[in-house]
């Protein structure tokens, strides 16, 4: 460096070191005299409400090169060096989808792991299509899953609001700042004008950056805008040359280069702060320390956080950028895939720990073939140097089976309470405790994968489809076998009691009259149980034969199911097995036997 250039500049940096003393700061700026290479701003220092709770008040010095590199920090900024705090931050417009859920519990996950704190924020400043009843439904969502925040909103905490809208003055006090410091100058272009430098842009085949028109304006220019009272917005003063770098703890170092960005956009004509902005402000004031979010959304947002993190003179969050949950087809998983939202997978029977188990292994394994967590369990093992950059394939069938086999593994009582509770409030029983529930769920458990199908399952074992199952294609085969002969045999054992008789012993008196009824009829296996499970269930499948006649006698007694449930008694049973014509069942059967002949 020239030498008199040094002594100007230790000259400059000696003089403004501290700030002036008046109202408000002004700017401080020199420019370095016969120097193409470099100009450099000092920014004096903020007062100490800027930088409260703990952030460290100093000038920063921002020097633009026709080279410029700028490395971001992941220095954890604030007075508890190496406190975890992560936020998740979901905008109320709408469901809470999985892949929001998922970046939820992966910091929840982190945070919890390394003794730290998750932070809940809801970014509201889409004033348009934010709703509170979105924000419940998110919340209720959260709650469900079992991912309780440490702060935020309905808890609170040190560092709040935690809602965007309330925190307006805050983003405001730092665009001023900015502003002060020329990081940011007005724009005043209309939309128009706005408009049609994108379409010269792309009739040019570039990027649609803005120009600069109002970049280099003068102060009198300006002067004249603002006695018009033209509206105008803050743009932020992006370099013109140079690349960004950040370390990310899932893709390591990603790099863009400044030129291709052009000066955006931080507070809009309304007043109203910028996303960019607004998280930037919210992740420092709240001292997070990780940002872990969706790379395909928010990678490109990072650039210009960046930017804004050191005008500011804020140390940078460590980043990790996961990727999307995609479909079968992989594309990004939507709507016409099916459900995506978790009150979806709520409504439908899913159980939150299933769900949370499975969202864990979208991306993330703890490197062995196990596949079944708790959340505790999860907390444990998780890191995110296990987190995959690829993206995740979401398996509908895999879930619903991983659901049933947590469904399956719940304590005995939770189960029964679940089962009790569904069939009484879906109307199939009239009450939802007792001897029948508990043995209507262990009959039943093992055919459910989701607590919707419980009330199915044992509205479905309650009825008697005798007539449709006789007349099907698949039954021809067992009605061939001499069906009417074991029907015969079967009303008989039932009038002269010994079935009754054997159904009041339970499981042993069952099991020892199927024996003497096969013996009695010389068949056994499947030639006698097909037969007996369709003229006694009236269904060709179904869960253990022994359990479900013996459920259906006790229903029959214990009056506790509803009447309007469609419920067959073994009594109304048996008189349809009197009333079936046996002669024009197989006179049917031969007919059509004749028909597929002829059609051969």
Avoid at 154 to 178: F, I, M, T, W
Wanted: proline share 5%.
């Amino acid at each position: 460096m020239d030498c008199n250039i040094k002594k100007r500049l230790n000259k400059f940096l000696r003089t403004t070191a501290s700030p002036p003393k008046c109202g408000r700061h002004e700017r401080v700026m020199a420019s370095l005299v016969g120097s193409p290479w470099a100009r450099i701003r000092v920014l004096p220092e903020l007062p100490a409400p800027l930088f409260r709770r703990g952030f460290a008040a100093k000038p920063y010095i921002s020097v633009r090169w026709r080279n410029l590199s700028v490395s971001a920090s992941s220095a954890i900024a604030g007075p508890t060096e190496g406190e975890v705090r992560v936020r998740f931050a979901p905008s109320p417009t709408g469901n809470l989808h999985v892949g929001g859920a998922r970046t939820a519990l992966f910091n929840y996950l982190f945070a919890r792991s390394q003794g730290g704190k998750f932070v809940l924020r809801i970014e509201d400043t889409d004033l348009e299509r934010s709703t509170r009843k979105s924000e419940e439904a998110m919340l209720n969502d959260l709650s469900w899953l079992g991912l309780n925040w440490d702060e935020g909103p309905s808890v609170g905490g040190d560092y709040g609001p935690y809602r965007q809208s309330e925190r307006n003055s805050l983003y405001k006090e730092y665009a001023e700042k900015l502003l002060e410091s020329g990081a940011v100058y007005r724009c005043f272009c209309s939309n128009e004008e706005l408009e049609q430098m994108k379409e010269r842009a792309k009739q040019m085949q570039l990027p649609p950056v803005y120009t600069g028109k109002w970049r280099t304006a003068s102060d009198e220019e300006i002067k004249q805008e603002l006695a018009k009272g033209t509206p105008y917005t803050y743009r932020f003063r992006v370099p013109k040359e140079g690349n960004l770098k950040i370390s990310d703890l899932i893709r390591g170092e990603v790099s863009w280069s400044l030129d291709t960005l052009g000066d955006f956009v931080i507070m809009r004509s309304n007043g109203q702060p910028v996303y960019n902005f607004c998280v930037t402000v919210d992740d420092t004031t709240m001292r997070i320390s990780h940002v872990i979010r969706l790379a395909e959304e928010h990678l490109p947002n990072t650039l210009r956080q960046a930017l804004i993190y050191k005008a500011l003179g804020f140390s940078m969050p460590s980043f990790a950028h996961v990727s999307l949950i995609l479909a079968p087809d992989r594309s990004k998983l939507s709507k016409r895939h099916g459900a995506t939202s978790v009150g979806q997978f709520r409504e439908m029977g899913y159980l939150p720990q299933a769900m949370v188990n499975y969202l864990a292994l979208l991306g993330w394994g703890d490197g062995t073939e196990n596949e079944f967590f708790t959340i505790d369990q999860l907390v444990e093992k998780f890191s995110i140097s296990r987190v995959n950059k690829s993206g995740a394939i979401f398996d509908s069938t895999k879930l619903r089976w991983m659901n049933g086999q947590h469904l399956r593994a719940l304590p005995p009582e939770e189960l029964l309470k679940i089962f009790g509770d569904r069939w009484k409030c879906t109307s199939v029983l009239l009450e939802s405790e007792g001897i029948f529930i508990q043995d209507a769920t262990e009959l039943l458990k093992d055919g459910v994968d989701l607590i919707t199908e419980a009330d199915t399952a044992l509205s479905n074992l309650l009825s008697y489809p005798l007539y449709t199952t006789l007349s099907s294609e698949e039954c021809k085969p067992i009605v061939q076998d001499k069906l009417s002969e074991v029907a015969a045999s079967l009303i008989s054992a039932y009038d002269g009691g010994e079935l009754p008789a054997a159904l009041e012993e339970g499981h042993a008196g069952w099991q020892k009259w199927v024996k003497g009824f096969g013996k009695l009829l010389k068949r056994k296996g499947k030639s006698l149980f097909m037969p007996l499970r369709v003229l006694l269930t009236g269904k060709l499948h179904g869960p253990d034969m022994g359990g479900s006649i013996l459920l259906i006698y006790k229903a029959g007694l214990w009056g506790v199911v509803n009447p309007e449930a469609g419920f067959i008694s073994l009594d109304e049973r048996f008189k349809m097995l009197r009333e079936v014509d046996w002669e024009a069942l197989d006179k049917e059967n031969k007919q059509l036997e004749s028909v597929a002949g002829l059609s051969d």
